[in-house]
C-alpha cells in the first residue's frame, strides 16, 4: 500500500501546492547580498518554486515536439508518432495509488500506475514517402498506450486511459476515426497485463479485462488482528537487497489478488462480443496463437512473501485453448525467496522467443501455419518426439566451414503441433551442433540459424526442404550472433557491439569490436512476431556500426551489407556519412530500395530523411527544431586527466558559449564513480562515444548552469583494485580522483578552485557525501535519492557483492553517515518520498539530516512528493532547479564574499 513517512503527509498536501514562485532575479546579479537573501528566502519556501528564467525555458523545452520516424505500419506505409504535451504534471503522479511488494496500482482505474502518469495525449500517422502526418481520433478526456497495428495495417488499435478506466479502441486507417470495443461493463484490468493483441486475420482483440461478479475491494482492518510476523525457519542464507514496497500484512495479499485477478478474453472487433476464455487468474503474461485458438498464459501464484517482490511471487505458464483448459504445462516456479535463485517478472516470452522452458529453449509460436517451435537437445539423447519429412541427417557442413559444435551438443529445431502432447511433435532441422538464436522465413519454409562454438559466431541459413545444404551468412571469431529488428546501427554500439560492461575486468574484445559483421535484419511477419527479411533476389541484409580504435578522428559509423544467401556474397549498401551520425530506422520494402534515415550532427537537431538506397539521394521528411539553441552552443571540452599512479579518464567540461579564454569560473562537478580492475578495462567503456553526435539534453541535464556562469565538469571517476575487491579503495581512489581533475582544469585556466560545488544522482548522490566529508575541496554539494550509511544496505550495493559481515571495513569507510562530523561545505539533499529503488531508501536522507544538525552543519533537504528515484514531473523538475541554483549561488558562486548565514 502508500506508506509515506508522518511528517510528510503534510508536505504533500497544504504545503507543495501548485503555487509557483518566481525565483531571483538576474537584477541582484549585481548586488550579492540581495541575492543572498532572496535565495535564502526561497529556499524556506514550502511551495513549489521556479528557477532562473534561462533555465526554466532549457528544463520544459518542447523536445517532445520533434517528429521520430520509428514505428512503421506491417505495410511499411504510415509510421506511428505518439504526441505528448511535454513533461507531466504532480496533479497526475499525486492521484491516490498503492504498491504491493513492487508492484504501482492506480485502484480506481484497476490499471499499473504508469498508465495513468504517462501517456501519449495523441496519435498521428506519417507518410514515409511524403512527410504528411493526419491524426487519428481519439477519445476526449483520455490518454493512449499500447498501440498494436493490425496484421494488415489497414486498423490501429490502442488502450484509451481514463479516469477511472481503460478501454480498447480501434481506429480506421483510412477515416482516422476511432470505435471502442470493450464494454462499460468490462473494461480492462491492465495492472499486470497492460498491452492488447491482435488474432493474425485481423478480426479479434486478445485483451484481460474485470471479470464478472468481482465484488469489492477487501478493505484494512479497522482494528489491527495482531502483530506484524516475520519468520525465518530455515538454516539457510538468504541475502536479500533492500526492496521498497515490500507486503506488510495479510489484507494487502487479499488486495494484491483483487487487482491482479482478470478474464482472459478474445474481442470481436466488428460485433464488439466478447468470448470468455478460462476462468478469471491473477494473469501475468499473454501470447496468443495466430489463430487465436490456444494461449501461452503466465499465471500468478500463491503463496505471496514479506521479502520479495511479487516479480519473485510463484508463477505457472500453460497452453490454454479456446475454452481455457489447461492443455500443456510449461513450467512452474515456486516463490523465490532466495537472491540466487532465477528471479524476474511476469512473462516468458512470446513470439519474439525467450529462454522458454526446461527442454523447449526459444519456444514460440510458428511464423506460418500453426503450433509452435522450440530448441531441444538431440533426439538420440533426448528422447521423445519423430523426426518427420522435414527431418532428415545433419548437415555435413556447407559453404563457409564446418557447423558449430563442442559444449552445446546437438541440438533440433522441433514442431509442437496441437494439442501439444508429448507425442505431437516433428523434428523440423537437426543441427550438428548447437543452436543459440534463430529466425524463419515468413513462410516458414527456410531458417536462419544462429550458433557459438570454440570462439566462433555463425549464423548459417538452411531450406527445410534440403535441410544437408547450409549456406553461411556470416562467420567471425568471438562474434556473437544476432537476429536485429527494423533499422541499422545506432548513435553508438547498437547492432555493432557496444563499449564494454563496467565494473570487473572484461576479455579483451577488440578484435571483434572493430570489425563487427553485424546482425541479421528482420521484419514483422505476416502472422506477427519477427521473420528474417529476405530480398526478392534472394538476399538477407546485416546492419550494425563500424568503430574505429581512433573513435575522436574517426567517428562510429552505421553501416548495411546485403549477402546473397546462396554464394555469400556480400555488398554494402548503406555507409553513414564520416561527419554526420545517420542511422537506418527502417527499410520501405524487402529490396532495400528506398528506406528512412535518421540523421544529425553537432550543430543539427535529428531528422527523418527518405533514402533512396540505389541513387543515395536523401530527401528531407521533418523538420524538427533545436528548441534550446543556448545549450547547443555551449562550449564543449573533451580534457583527459591523469591520476599520480597514471590511470588516465575524461572528464567533459561545458562551458557558456560567450567563454573568453583565461577566465576562471565557479565549477560544479556532477560525477558517478564506476569500478574498474585495470586501464583497458575503463578505456573499452569510452570507444562508443560519436563527436558527430547531436548535445541531448533532458529536463536534468546538469550542463544547463552554464547559462549562469558556471564551468560544468561531468565525469565517472574510476574507482581501481583487485577484482571483487575495487571498493576497498573507494575513499582513497575517491579523493586522488578528485584532486586530480581540480589541478587538471585548474592549470588548463578554466575554474576558480577556491568557488567549487560538487553533486550527483543516486550512487553519484552517495559519492557526493563522501567528497564532503573526506575532501576540503568543495564549498557545496547537492546529493539526490542517495543512500549515506551502507550498514543500511548490509547485503550487498551497487557493484560490491560481499556482504557487511565479509567487509566490514570497507562497508563503514564508505559510510559518510559515519563521518557527519567531518563533513566540509554546505550540502543540499533532495529525496523523492516514493523512491522504490532498491538500496535508497528515503529513511537514509531523512537521518543524514538528522546528523548534520546534531554536528551544527550547514545542510537542507527538500523530500518530493509522489516521485521515484528521480523526480519527473514539471513541478519538482523546476522546483528542484530553483533549489540548486540558489544554493550554488549562496555558497559557491559567493563563496568568496561575505559568508551568508547557515540556512534556517
Known amino acids: 500500500m502508500m506508506r509515506t513517512p508522518r511528517f510528510i503527509r503534510l508536505a504533500s498536501g497544504a504545503l507543495f501546492t501548485l503555487l509557483f514562485v518566481a525565483g531571483p532575479v538576474l537584477a541582484q546579479a549585481n548586488d550579492p547580498a540581495a541575492a543572498i537573501a532572496a535565495d535564502k528566502a526561497l529556499l524556506a519556501k514550502e511551495t513549489y518554486q521556479l528557477p532562473p528564467a534561462e533555465i526554466a525555458k532549457l528544463v520544459t523545452a518542447p523536445r517532445h515536439l520533434n517528429i521520430s520516424l520509428s514505428q512503421p505500419s506491417p505495410d511499411r506505409k504510415y509510421f506511428l508518432k505518439a504526441e505528448s504535451e511535454g513533461l507531466p504534471s504532480v496533479t497526475t503522479y499525486g492521484k491516490p495509488h498503492n504498491y ?12 499499473v500506475r504508469t ?99 468481482r465484488g469489492t475491494e477487501p478493505k484494512k482492518p479497522d482494528i489491527a488482528t495482531g502483530p506484524q510476523v516475520r519468520l525465518w525457519l530455515d538454516p539457510v542464507k538468504s541475502p536479500q537487497r533492500q526492496f521498497a514496497s515490500l507486503m506488510e500484512e495479510p489484507w ?72 481455457g483448459k489447461v492443455v500443456a504445462e510449461l513450467q512452474k516456479r515456486p516463490l523465490r525467496e532466495m537472491p540466487d535463485s532465477t528471479q524476474g517478472g511476469a512473462g516468458f516470452g512470446g513470439r519474439g522467443g525467450a529462454a522458454g522452458p526446461l527442454g523447449k529453449r526459444l519456444l514460440s509460436w510458428m511464423p506460418a501455419g500453426s503450433g509452435m517451435y522450440y530448441i531441444a537437445g538431440d533426439s538420440a539423447a533426448a528422447g521423445g518426439g519423430r523426426a518427420g519429412a522435414a527431418g532428415g541427417a ?32 516433428t523434428t523440423l532441422y537437426q543441427a550438428d551442433g548447437a543452436i543459440s538464436s534463430l529466425t524463419f522465413t515468413d513462410d516458414a519454409k527456410q531458417v536462419f540459424i544462429g550458433t557459438t562454438a570454440n570462439s566462433t559466431g555463425e549464423i548459417y541459413h538452411v531450406d527445410l526442404a534440403t535441410p544437408a545444404e547450409k549456406h553461411t551468412i556470416v562467420r567471425a571469431r568471438a562474434y556473437t550472433p544476432t537476429f536485429t529488428a527494423g533499422g541499422g546501427g545506432g548513435r553508438g554500439g547498437v547492432g555493432g557491439g557496444g563499449g564494454a560492461s563496467r565494473g570487473a575486468a572484461a576479455t579483451d574484445d577488440s578484435l571483434m569490436f572493430y570489425a563487427n559483421p553485424g546482425g541479421m535484419m528482420t521484419k514483422r511477419g505476416t502472422l506477427g512476431g519477427q521473420v528474417a527479411m529476405v530480398s526478392s533476389d534472394h538476399a538477407v541484409y546485416l546492419s550494425g556500426t563500424q568503430f574505429s580504435p581512433n573513435y575522436l578522428q574517426n567517428a562510429p559509423r552505421a553501416f548495411v551489407d546485403k549477402v546473397d544467401v546462396k554464394t555469400g556474397t556480400k555488398t554494402r549498401i548503406f555507409q553513414s556519412a564520416t561527419d554526420a551520425v545517420e542511422t537506418v530506422a527502417a527499410p520501405l520494402d524487402d529490396d532495400f530500395a528506398k528506406a528512412i534515415v535518421h540523421r544529425e550532427s553537432s550543430k543539427e537537431v535529428q531528422d527523418s530523411y527518405l533514402r533512396d538506397m540505389k541513387a543515395g539521394t536523401m530527401t528531407k521528411l521533418t523538420a524538427n527544431k533545436d528548441f534550446a539553441p543556448e545549450f547547443t552552443n555551449a562550449l564543449r571540452k573533451r580534457i583527459t586527466v591523469t591520476r599520480p599512479d597514471g590511470f588516465k579518464f575524461v572528464v567533459k567540461l561545458t562551458l557558456p558559449a560567450d567563454y573568453k579564454a583565461g577566465t576562471r569560473l565557479p565549477a560544479f562537478f556532477w560525477f558517478y564513480p564506476y569500478e574498474y580492475t585495470e586501464q583497458a578495462n575503463y578505456d573499452r567503456t569510452l ?12 529536463p536534468r541535464t546538469m550542463e544547463y548552469f552554464t547559462q549562469l556562469g558556471y564551468a560544468v565538469a561531468n565525469f565517472d571517476p574510476p574507482i581501481v583494485g583487485q577484482d571483487g575487491r575495487m571498493n576497498d579503495n573507494y575513499v582513497t581512489d575517491l579523493v586522488t580522483n578528485l ?28 559519492s557526493t557525501m563522501n567528497a564532503l566529508t573526506h575532501t576540503p575541496f568543495f564549498k557545496a554539494g547537492i546529493a539526490g535519492d542517495g543512500m549515506y550509511n551502507r550498514t543500511l544496505t548490509p547485503t550487498s550495493f551497487q557493484n560490491e557483492r560481499r556482504d557487511f559481515w565479509q567487509a566490514q571495513k570497507t562497508y563503514t569507510e564508505m559510510s559518510p553517515f559515519f563521518y557527519a562530523d567531518k563533513m566540509q561545505g554546505a550540502i543540499l539533499m533532495y529525496h523523492s518520498i516514493e523512491d522504490q529503488n532498491v538500496g535508497t531508501a528515503p529513511e537514509s536522507s531523512i537521518r543524514m539530516m538528522q546528523a548534520m544538525r546534531a554536528n551544527g552543519k550547514t545542510a537542507a533537504l527538500f523530500m518530493y512528493p509522489y516521485e521515484d528515484h528521480g523526480p519527473a514531473t514539471k513541478e519538482s523538475d523546476l522546483d528542484q532547479w530553483a533549489r540548486w541554483t540558489a544554493w550554488l549561488d549562496m555558497y559557491v558562486k559567493h563563496a568568496n564574499d561575505k559568508k551568508p548565514n547557515v540556512v534556517p
Open 252 to 323: 494487502e495479499f487479499e488486495q494484491l489478488k483483487f487487482y491482479t485477478t482478470g478474464q482472459l478474453t478474445v474481442i470481436d472487433v466488428k460485433t464488439k462480443l466478447a468470448k470468455k476464455i478460462g476462468a478469471p487468474a491473477m494473469i501475468q503474461s499473454v501470447d496468443a496463437s495466430p489463430d487465436g485458438q490456444f494461449f501461452r498464459v503466465s499465471v500468478m501464484q500463491e503463496p505471496f512473501s514479506y521479502v520479495v517482490q511479487y516479480s519473485s511471487f510463484g508463477n505457472v505458464e500453460q497452453i490454454w485453448d479456446a475454452t
Open 394 to 425: 545433419a548437415p555435413a557442413g556447407g559453404r563457409g566451414g564446418r557447423g558449430s559444435g563442442g559444449a552445446g551438443g546437438r541440438q533440433r529445431v522441433v514442431l509442437w503441433k496441437a494439442p501439444f502432447g508429448a507425442a505431437d511433435t
Open 739 to 766: 584532486s586530480a581533475v581540480i589541478d587538471e582544469l585548474d592549470k588548463q585556466g578554466y575554474i576558480d578552485r577556491t568557488r567549487l560545488g560538487i553533486g550527483g544522482h543516486s550512487y553519484g548522490g552517495f
Open 115 to 213: 498508465l495513468t502518469t504517462r501517456g501519449s495525449t495523441g496519435l498521428s500517422l506519417i507518410d514515409p514517402v511524403t512527410g504528411k502526418s493526419t491524426s487519428i481520433a481519439i477519445p476526449a478526456g483520455s490518454t493512449v498506450s499500447s498501440p498494436a497495428w493490425s496484421p494488415d495495417g489497414k486498423q490501429l488499435a490502442y488502450v484509451a486511459n481514463f479516469d477511472a478506466a481503460s478501454h480498447v479502441f480501434v481506429a480506421d486507417i483510412a477515416t482516422g476515426k476511432s470505435v471502442q470495443v470493450t464494454s462499460a461493463k468490462n473494461s480492462l484490468l491492465a495492472t499486470l497485463v497492460t498491452s492488447i493483441e491482435w488474432t493474425a486475420d485481423g478480426k479479434n482483440i486478445v485483451a484481460v479485462v474485470l471479470p464478472d461478479g
Open 687 to 698: 570507444r562508443t562515444e560519436n563527436v558527430n553526435a547531436f548535445p541531448t539534453g533532458g
Open 100 to 111: 504491493y511488494a513492487g508492484l504501482q496500482v492506480d485502484p480506481k482505474a484497476n490499471r
